[in-house]
């Protein structure tokens, strides 16, 4: 089936361009309907929302949609804007799919486009006081000094509504009531991991709504990075999931590959690949210790820590850094592998394989954990899709979502891994894929360590690098979900506009729906098993 | 019946589950120990080359430095970590050439994303493994790379 053509039926005004990727150009007016006949006509079913990326094109603000089909694989990109910069309204896709509300309240944070009937207009990340939209390519940043007062929570939020006589309306919309038992978890509680705050509403001990509060670590990475040059970019990615830092620039060097044509060689393939694969392994390494830690296991705990730390000692004997890496680069990595590594990882391959087996015994196996684990917190398929919770929460819900299998990259196509799904969507389900995926990413990397090939490290590249114009989308699975990256270029060395997927954003947003009617101290266990990093939700 | 029964089996499996848990820690607890004995052991640390700890200028021994003072690492640099200060030096035939001053290096700027080692043409700086950087204050972070009285290598 013709995509291009179906769009064409149902709005006759679309453009096209074709500028690294295939776009839709859609009216503003138009593009509620077309992403409602999208999702839901049964020879499309783009039920997937991949990403969703505020735009300043210059003389209008807009947005851009990626778009995924679960059933049959196909994506597509849709963009539409508006001219009016004083009073940016766009209609939004948030009872379509639920992982657009949490985006587009990003998109009102960073460009003020305010999204009617959302039902949830706030800030996200920056303070409430704000003055002015960080991301426009107008602002100006000294409205906006360190403010030394507290920032005051509001109970009440805006919402826009269309009604059916065309007018506009305001609305206010009560997130809690002054009746509500309102009590705070977090930003600085050690079951967040990390500064996260969740205001929660609880009835005795039942949960009955939960607001996530983001920004507490927001840097501005993406506006940072459109007044850096490209090689200059890559450093802040290992910033971003510092627990998938090969993963994420991995993606952000295969990006900017790929938009500049580059071939990269074998033995580059080779060497992100299993890079990637030990990365993964430290990071569930780490969501084992942390989970357990949670549940109060704290011997298992340092098990984890203490086999984490082998795999830091074969990066840092690599890569010259334990936590940020600093690893690949573009056009290949940064230097050639010790000589030591293939002799090392195949150690730590055959230890933690035998090592396992302690790891199921003093907690998997453990009745308390099994108790905690079971049936809490359940996320259906649906949601997970709908949401784009994807890694490890999508797979335990039972939705296929391996960026390695669907958009095979490196030599994931060369390697015969299989895909842990789950159906019950529990946090034990959650658990289990993880655990699981551990053997899987041992059996990869043994099947490529013997094979590396002989070759360069690292193409020669220009001193100076420029994309040619248009719109790039990469994505790889980091150790949590797929991580994407959008660079729009018009030909400089810097980037006009640079966007992370966050694998942690929809999971964040899913909170709510997984806890509500459940018991607040399942809020751990539920936070523990859905494995998010905040400086990635953050950036 | 059926229900005292199912009690009763979940009660003992649920011992039994603790009771290998027992047993695995135990025998981790009698293994030889991983954790290493920070700072006693600092002669014997191993880090590895590659580690980056601090932005250093090698100078041979006759007290020559290699770099040129172009500045392309304070241009590659993405936080402002590096500023190089040079003399303009016009030497007798006419030509101007630039003369290293002071290479200032801000530890505490510095993300160590060696974009300033990997583009520097005359490979005049590198990464130690020196990784003990805490000072009291902020000031003593700002390093001055070249040592006194060091010349360019003759080449």
Known sequence: MDIKNRILEIVPEAEFSENGSLVAIVPSSNLYTLAKRLKNDEDTSFDYLLSLTGMDFGDSLGVIYHLESTKYGHMIVLQTSTNDKDKPELYSVSDIWKGANINEREAYDFFGIRFINHPDMRRIFLRDDWVGFPLRKDYNDELNPLRMTNEVTEDMTQELTLDKDGTFTNKENIIFDDQEYVINIGPQHPATHGVLRFRTSLQGETIKKIEPYCGYIHRGIEKMCESLTYPQTLALTDRLDYLSCHQSRHALCMCIEKAIGVEIPERVQYIRTIMDELQRIDSHLLFYSCLCMDLGALTAFFYGFRDREKILDIFENTTGGRLIQNYNVIGGVQADLHPNFVKDVKEFSSYMRKILKEYHDIFTGNIIAQQRLKDVGVLSREDAISFGATGGTGRASGWACDTRKRKPYGVYDKVSFKEIVYNEGDSFARYMVRMDEIVESLNIIDQLIDNIPEGEYQVKMKPIIRIPEGKYFASVESSRGEFGVFIDSRGDKSPYRMKFRATGLPLVAAVDTITSGGKIADLIAIGGTLDYIIPEIDR | ?155
């Open chain 2, 1 to 155: 019946m059926n229900s005292f029964f199912k009690y009763f089996h979940s009660l003992f499996s649920g011992i039994l589950t603790l009771l290998i848990g027992m047993k695995t820690s135990m025998k981790v607890f009698l293994r030889k120990k991983v954790t290493e004995k920070y700072p006693e052991n600092r002669d014997t640390l191993k880090i590895s080359d590659r580690f980056r700890g601090t932005l250093v200028m090698p100078h041979d021994t006759e007290n020559h430095h290699k770099c040129v003072a172009c500045g392309i690492c304070q241009i590659s640099c993405p936080n402002g970590s590096i500023v190089v200060h040079f003399d303009t030096v016009v030497s007798e035939d006419g030509k101007k050439s630039k003369v290293l001053t002071n290479y200032e290096y801000d530890l505490g700027n510095c993300m160590y994303c060696q974009l300033c080692v990997n583009t520097c043409p005359h490979d005049a700086i590198c990464f130690d493994n020196s990784f003990e950087h805490a000072v009291f204050s902020r000031e003593k972070l700002i390093k001055k790379l070249n040592r006194e009285g060091s010349t360019l290598v003759k080449k």
